[in-house]
C-alpha cells in the first residue's frame, strides 16, 4: 500500500484565497484524521471521520475550515477564505479500528500551507 | 480532558551514547494508550513504540523502550545507541480506549545527534 497520501505538498496562496487539501486513506481504513501543526499550538486534531462520516469538528478553528469525504477514498479539507494565520502544516492520517487501537494511525506527509 | 506534556523542548546527546526523553500525562481513565511518535525533517510522522496501559511490562522495540509509571502518569522514552539518524522531533501521544478515537499529542521534544 502506497500509505496516506496527501496533495498538494506544498501552497502557498494569497490572503482571501481558497484552499483546497486533499487526502488519500490507506485502503479499507475507517477512521480518517486532519490535524494542523504550528509551532505555538502544536499538533491539533480538526475533524475526524468514521466511515465516512464526520464525528467530531470540534476542533475546526472557524466556519472559514470545512471537512469533507464523499467516499472512502478521499477527503478533503476546505479554508476559504484563507488568512495569514492558517499558515500550518496540516497532515491527514488514516486508521483501521478492526485493527485494534494500539496499532496508532498512519499519516500522510502534510501539506505545509504558507498564506501571504 | 486529557493533557499530553513534554517539558523538554530540546535534547542533545553524543552518538552511541543513551537519551531518555520525558512525558507525563493527565486522565481519569484507567486503560488508554500512549505512544511515541518521531518526525524527522522529512516531516513524515512515524511511529516509533506503543504501551497499553493495561500491560505492566515496559514495551521495547529494538533500540528503543519505554519507562511506563501509570501512578506517577509517566511515559518516558529511552534511545540506546544513538544514531545520526535518529535526529528528529520526538512526540508523545494518547488515546483513551473508549469514546473519543482522538490522539493527544504533547508539544514535542527536538533531539539532536552530536557525531
Known amino acids: 500500500d502506497a500509505g496516506v497520501i496527501q496533495s498538494p505538498r506544498h501552497e502557498v496562496t494569497e490572503m482571501g484565497q481558497e484552499v483546497t487539501l486533499r487526502c488519500k486513506p490507506i485502503?479499507?481504513?475507517?477512521?480518517l484524521f486532519w490535524y494542523r501543526q504550528t509551532m505555538m499550538r502544536g499538533l491539533e486534531l480538526l475533524i475526524y471521520?468514521?466511515?465516512?462520516?464526520?464525528?467530531?469538528d470540534s476542533g475546526m478553528p472557524e466556519d472559514r475550515f470545512s471537512a469533507k469525504m464523499p467516499n472512502a477514498s478521499f477527503s478533503t479539507l476546505k479554508i476559504q477564505p484563507s488568512e495569514p494565520r492558517d499558515s500550518a502544516v496540516y497532515f491527514c492520517?488514516?486508521?483501521?479500528?478492526?485493527?485494534?487501537?494500539?496499532?496508532?494511525?498512519?499519516f500522510g506527509s502534510g501539506t505545509r500551507l504558507t498564506v501571504v | 480532558a486529557q493533557t499530553v506534556t513534554q517539558s523538554q523542548p530540546e535534547m542533545s546527546v553524543q552518538e552511541a551514547e543513551t537519551v531518555t526523553l520525558s512525558c507525563t500525562y493527565d486522565?481519569?481513565?484507567?486503560?488508554?494508550?500512549l505512544f511515541w511518535y518521531k518526525q524527522p525533517p522529512s516531516r513524515q510522522m512515524i511511529l516509533v513504540i506503543r504501551?497499553?496501559?493495561?500491560?505492566?511490562q515496559n514495551a521495547t522495540e529494538n533500540r528503543f523502550s519505554v519507562n511506563f509509571q501509570k501512578a506517577a502518569k509517566s511515559f518516558s522514552l529511552k534511545i540506546s545507541d544513538s544514531q545520526l539518524g535518529d535526529a528528529a522531533m520526538y512526540f508523545c501521544?494518547?488515546?483513551?480506549?473508549?469514546?473519543?478515537?482522538?490522539?493527544?499529542f504533547g508539544q514535542g521534544t527536538r533531539l539532536t545527534i552530536n557525531p
Open positions: 504501551q497499553e496501559a493495561y500491560k505492566q
Open positions: 485502503s479499507g481504513h475507517d477512521y
Open positions: 492520517a488514516s486508521t483501521l479500528s478492526s485493527a485494534g487501537w494500539s496499532a496508532g494511525y498512519t
Open positions: 486522565t481519569s481513565e484507567s486503560d488508554y494508550y
Open positions: 471521520f468514521n466511515n465516512n462520516v464526520p464525528i467530531d
Open positions: 501521544a494518547y488515546r483513551r480506549i473508549q469514546g473519543a478515537q482522538k490522539l493527544v
